[in-house]
């Protein structure tokens, strides 16, 4: 089947958005803010070198992170409720919270953990490089700029292969965590590159985002949001001809 192109998901968005853009701002807003104010209320007493303060500390900053990924769920659903052309509202950024939240961070630590996988051994790599005294410099210098380059490509790798596992997670919730990330990857299979081109063509709005003090990203993440999200409902067969949601969902791809 035909998937539509970049442009074609994003007009989608334009007219998601249109009217509809302070409940994914404020949705926004309140998954940064939040978590920023709980790091800065317990990583007030870090001090360098291993100490109390700072295991806890770092316990603290790790279940933030994760408090935080709650939110990202949350977004996602804010995103496919609007491109289903139904009501969201800024609470529903607590969705998460309350329904199976466990799931959800055990899904977040799975993802973790892949993309641990392959940072562990060039980590490892890299320590043994510059241990070795007599290492030429400039060799020394080029062998780990190769394998930085390596390690970014697989974790990008990675990230494509299994973006769907959110919403996927959401609106499958007979399927097991393991069972989501491979679905994951059946739907990415194929497309990866597609998705990757995808999000690297919001890079030129993400500058001006910046270049605006960081105002302008308060309408260009929901917008990279809606995109993505309509490239999941996309992928999985979820609209019809003139982009309006149906009722289909495909498990196998393939």
Same mark, same amino acid.
């Given at each position: 089947m035909a998937r539509r192109?970049?442009?074609e998901l994003k007009r989608l968005?334009?007219?998601?958005?249109? =009217? !509809? *853009?302070?409940?994914?701002?404020l949705a926004m807003l309140i998954a940064?803010? +939040?978590?920023?104010?709980?790091?800065?209320?317990?990583? =007030?007493?870090?001090?360098?070198?291993?100490?109390a303060a700072t295991a806890v500390?770092?316990?603290?900053?790790? %279940?933030?992170?994760?408090?935080?990924?709650?939110?990202?769920?949350?977004?996602?659903?804010? !995103?496919?409720?609007?491109?289903?052309?139904?009501?969201?509202?800024?609470?529903? %950024?607590f969705w998460a919270f309350r329904n199976q939240p466990d799931r959800f961070l055990l899904g977040a630590l799975s993802l973790w953990g892949i993309c641990l996988f392959p940072a562990?051994?060039?980590?490892?790599? %890299?320590?043994?490089?510059?241990?070795?005294?007599?290492?030429?410099? *400039?060799?020394?210098?080029?062998?780990?700029?190769?394998i930085l380059v390596v390690l970014i490509a697989a974790e990008l790798y990675i990230v494509c292969t299994f973006s769907l596992i959110y919403p996927l997670l959401m609106e499958r919730?007979?399927?097991t965590i393991r069972e989501c990330l491979r679905a994951s990857y059946h739907f990415m299979r194929g497309n990866r590159l597609r998705y990757f081109l995808l999000q690297l063509s919001f890079f030129g709005w993400q500058l001006l985002g910046i270049f605006s003090i960081g105002i302008g990203? +308060?309408?260009?993440?929901? *917008?990279?949001?809606q995109t993505s999200a309509n490239f999941y409902l996309d992928l999985t067969d979820q609209f019809d001809s003139k982009g309006l949601h149906i009722d289909a969902f495909i498990t196998d791809p393939s």
């Open positions: 192109t970049s442009g968005s334009r007219e998601f958005l249109m =009217d !509809h *853009y302070t409940i994914p701002i940064i803010l +939040l978590p920023e104010v709980l790091i800065l209320v317990f990583t =007030d007493n870090f001090t360098i070198g291993w100490n500390s770092v316990a603290a900053s790790i %279940i933030i992170q994760l408090i935080a990924q709650l939110f990202s769920v949350s977004i996602v659903r804010i !995103h496919l409720l609007l491109a289903r052309r139904q009501k969201a509202a800024a609470l529903d %950024i562990i051994p060039a980590c490892a790599c %890299i320590v043994y490089l510059w241990g070795q005294k007599n290492f030429i410099s *400039y060799s020394l210098i080029g062998m780990t700029a190769l919730p007979e399927l990203m +308060l309408w260009v993440i929901p *917008y990279i949001r």
